[in-house]
Nanobody, 115 residues
Framework: QVQLVESGGDLVQPGGSLRLSCAASGITFRFYAMGWYRQAPGKQRELVAVLTSGGSTNYADSVKGRFTISRANAKNTVYLQMISLKPEDTAVYYC?????????WGQGTQVTVSS
């Protein structure tokens, strides 16, 4: 059974930092492209960052220079380091694992940026 479990979401003030984690089980982690998506209230889910099995990254323009995706294959875990957080970063953040046409999703973790 495949599981993606996110953690690290919290309430943080503007300008603050958070690190999200996503622990995967039930997949051969190193073969999967791992990504973070987010969905704000009333908006569609959008890509935040992706890290392929080969180490290539892709970021949404809105987070470039502020967010960093990384992975620890030995721990089956992907991270999202977020700095200089803005109120518009408020959303539920979802972990995604993808290989070819197969997608798995986590349950999401809430990030709220507010003073």
């Amino acid at each position: 059974q495949v599981q993606l479990v996110e953690s690290g979401g919290d309430l943080v003030q503007p300008g603050g930092s958070l690190r999200l984690s996503c622990a995967a089980s039930g997949i051969t982690f190193r073969f999967y492209a791992m990504g973070w998506y987010r969905q704000a209230p009333g908006k569609q889910r959008e890509l935040v960052a992706v890290l392929t099995s080969g180490g290539s990254t892709n970021y949404a323009d809105s987070v470039k220079g502020r967010f960093t995706i990384s992975r620890a294959n030995a721990k089956n875990t992907v991270y999202l380091q977020m700095i200089s957080l803005k109120p518009e970063d408020t959303a539920v953040y979802y972990c995604n694992a993808r290989v070819m046409s197969t997608d798995y999703w986590g349950q999401g973790t809430q990030v709220t940026v507010s003073s």
